[in-house]
């Protein structure tokens, strides 16, 4: 709504000619439109050619700009409010006939007076502000005093806390307007319900403004008076220290110099002239009879939050770029007040951490990647541990049908886990996941591994992750709205096709499946076989990789990557695979068949013949959290075999005693550690030399030819060490042998990464300056 609309409306003089108690409050018979001016977004003042008074349009909003903002309510309120005597505007009328402005609007009296901004302040005395905080003060206590019976809501009196209610509010509007991950925004979620404030008998449930800041009260044109509150359309029950919270944010938010139209004044309060902030907290207290002042900044937090979810609604609805800044801006002042009430550990990770000194070492790893590390643990002890043998349990009893479905204990723990931020972690974009760094993903993942559910369980399981990671890198807006979106949020699954049957998948040269271009699209035809996920019912998508050009004669430019839809009548999956017996229900692997599948031209990811190039970059990562994900696994089955030690007794004498086991140990722990280390450095090289660096190439080709077979050997160990027991399903050390020896040969087998090593050695070895050094070289006789 415009102010040339308002101005052009001939219908809006009709209707206020028709509404009696209007023209009574004007004091007129024909109420004559003389002039329509804006005072603000979506309101507008009217004055008349027969009359001094003056009225104010309140418009609804085209689109809910910010959270909870309603017109309906911002009327109802004034109503309740003017009848137990609180300053408020008074209202006129309300009208819902859309045809005359088409939105809804209310009018209220205009009253002249004083609305004061930071730059008003500054020119203002220090006794003038603090008379003004004063009754600023006041007038929120007297707002908070009210019954909730004068308002017909005395059936909620009872009731004193709602903080659990707007913590989830907030949580539902961030995740439904997300558009950037923002880890200050989702720590605040998930600290905030963890430390929901002590009842307070003044911090009672009462009417709250909702967006409550001096920039809302009108003042009397020459008193320092209150004459209204203005503004009720976020108004709603809340605690009553969530006003006085948002009174106080500006104390909080620093002064950015312009940078933000969010600025606060923190770091420049003497500078605008701001009155002392425990001077306005007294006043409301005061006003409230108490002299006891609690700590407020929980609700302080809150208030900043909501603030910042806000600029991320207008970020997403106007794709101007200030109003993420502004989020980012106001959430870490938001952060920064949980880090002064935790001494800088929200998460009570510093102990930990410390007492794991041996674990973090002298890694490049921040407190964040810590706190998700230790947030992941408890999970795993509370909520991943209890359930595992069951899952797996039903897992092996399924019927391996070409349709499998989902565990629902696996998808209520992913729903959890996502509500608790832990969910795509390994998505270093911050775009799209948490920003973390490969090598603090490496630690993340190795502690998911001692789970075989709980990458599924955090959104970090394969295939997804490698085709998250291609869709993010090639996908173009269409593709990554339809399939990325779903895929990151865990709506449904997908599949990666590249591995075929009867050839070696690992040269171009030999793949047989075909994509050849036609009108608006692509046939496609052949099989492939090893398809992971594709039994899986929530399966809603595939990446396929085939023969898109016959010319070989640059074999690395022949194939292309392509997007079929699921289901489709011409794709069938023949079989399921099992690997040495083991289905893996509900994910499984598949033989499926393309019967000339036409696949629309905008499904062809990235270029026409750059499939290679892709699925290096997708493989890389996929290499590498396979070897990390085997390496949870193998520890696992190491503290197994210790405890297993302690309680075995041979020959009148514990396992654990034995001279032969415990060298036995000794070289399978050096083992393992020389395994974490080689992952460890390969996630370091991905961040400080690159992905596309041949050191990083020779470190992730070294973690998977060393690491499956060297896990494989250790799980071999601990099953010895159990007996019969271990190689039955009543452990978890037969499922860890199978993905240890399985995954020598996925991403490509040992022997291609060895032989690639290999090329690595001598290159570094022909630069080597030392090699015709005098007495380096091999001695002469």
């Known amino acids: ?90 209202t006129l009328f309300y009208c819902a006939d859309q045809s005359i402005l088409g939105v809804p609007f209310y009018a209220t009296e205009f009253i002249e007076g004083r609305l004061f901004s930071d730059q008003i302040l500054i020119g203002m005395t220090t006794e003038e502000k603090r008379v003004i905080y004063q009754e600023v003060a006041k007038t929120l206590a007297h707002l908070h005093s009210i019954s909730l019976n004068y308002l017909g809501l005395g059936q909620l009196e009872s009731q004193t806390s709602h903080y659990q209610i707007v913590n989830k509010k907030l949580y539902n509007t961030y995740k439904l307007n997300e558009t950037k991950i923002s880890t200050n925004i989702e720590d605040l979620l998930y600290w905030l319900p963890l430390n929901l404030p002590q009842q307070s008998e003044l911090d009672n449930l009462c009417l709250v403004h909702g967006d409550f800041s001096l920039s809302k009260v009108l003042f009397h044109p020459t008193e320092p008076r209150i004459l209204a509150i203005l503004d009720w359309q976020t108004a709603q029950l809340g605690n009553a220290f969530t006003d006085l919270a948002s009174l106080l944010a500006p104390y909080y938010i620093p002064y950015s110099n312009g940078r933000h139209n969010v600025d606060g004044w923190q770091g420049v309060e003497r500078l605008v002239g701001a009155p002392n902030q425990q001077d306005v907290i007294k006043s409301y207290f005061n006003a409230r009879s108490t002299q006891n002042i609690p700590d407020i900044r929980y609700q302080i937090t809150l208030a900043i939050l909501r603030k910042s979810i806000d600029q991320q609604i207008l970020f997403k609805q106007t794709k101007d770029i200030k109003y993420l800044n502004n989020s980012e801006f106001l959430s870490k002042a938001g952060y920064e007040i949980v880090l002064n009430l935790t001494d800088g550990d929200p998460f009570g990770i510093k102990m930990r951490a410390a007492n794991d000194s041996s674990l973090w070492s002298k890694w490049p790893v921040t407190d964040r990647c810590k706190s998700y590390y230790y947030r992941i643990k408890d999970f795993l002890k509370e909520e991943v541990f209890p359930i595992e043998k069951v ?131 692509y046939i496609i035809n052949g099989s492939k076989w090893f398809v992971s996920s594709a039994p899986d019912e929530r399966v809603k998508f595939g990446i396929i990789m085939g023969k898109s050009s016959q010319d070989m004669s640059n074999p690395m430019e022949s194939q292309s990557m392509i997007i079929v839809d699921l289901p489709n009548p011409k794709i069938k999956i023949l079989r399921q695979v099992g690997v040495f017996s083991y289905y893996d229900v509900p994910h499984s692997y598949a033989e499926v068949e393309y019967d000339n599948v036409f696949v629309p031209k905008e499904n062809l990811l990235g270029e026409l013949g750059g499939a290679f190039k892709m699925a290096q970059g997708r493989l890389l990562g996929g290499r590498l959290h396979h070897c990390v994900r085997q390496i949870g696994l193998t520890r696992r089955c190491l503290d197994l075999m210790m405890s297993r030690a302690e309680q075995r007794v041979i020959f009148k004498q514990k396992l654990k005693d034995n001279a032969a086991f415990q060298e036995r140990l000794g070289q399978v722990e050096i083992a393992f550690q020389n395994c974490r280390l080689l992952s460890l450095n390969a996630g370091l090289l991905l961040d400080s030399a690159g992905s596309k660096h041949l050191h990083t190439f020779m470190a992730v080709s070294q973690c998977k030819a060393h690491i499956p077979k060297a896990c494989q050997k250790m799980i071999d160990q601990c099953i010895q060490a159990f007996g019969a027991e271990g190689v039955t399903e009543d452990q978890p050390l037969a499922i860890s042998f199978r993905f240890a020896r399985a995954i020598r040969f996925m991403d490509g087998p040992c022997e291609v990464h060895l032989r690639q090593i290999a090329r690595f050695a001598y290159g570094n070895h022909l630069f080597n300056d030392l090699n015709n050094a005098q007495g380096y070289g091999l001695a002469k006789l």
């Open 1 to 90: 709504m415009s102010l040339q609309e308002v101005e052009k409306s001939h219908l809006l003089g009709n209707y206020l000619n028709s509404s009696s108690s209007l023209l009574v409050f004007l004091g007129v018979n024909d109420a004559q439109i003389e002039e329509v001016q804006q005072l603000a977004q979506f309101i507008y003042k009217l004055s008349f050619k027969n009359t001094n008074k003056k009225i104010v349009l309140h418009t609804k909003q085209t689109e809910n700009l910010v959270a909870g903002h309603s017109i309906e309510k911002d009327f109802v309120i004034a109503q309740k409010l003017s009848a137990v005597n609180f300053p408020v505007t008074k």
């Open 391 to 521: 899952v797996l349990d039903k897992s092996r009893i399924m019927p391996t049908t070409t349709q499998n479905k989902g565990f629902p204990e696996i998808e209520a723990l992913q729903r959890k886990a996502k509500s608790l931020g832990l969910w795509n972690l390994f998505i270093s974009d911050p775009m799209y996941g948490k920003g973390l760094t490969n090598l603090e993903y490496v630690f993340l993942s190795e502690l998911m591994g001692l789970s075989y559910l709980a990458h599924e369980i955090f959104n970090c399981f394969a295939p997804e992750t490698g085709n998250i990671k291609l869709l993010i890198g090639y996908g173009t807006p269409y593709q990554k709205e339809k399939y990325l979106k779903p895929l990151i949020e865990g709506e449904c699954k997908s599949y990666f096709a590249m591995t075929e049957k009867n050839v070696s998948s690992s040269d171009p040269n030999n793949f047989k499946f075909t994509i050849t271009p036609t009108e608006g699209g």
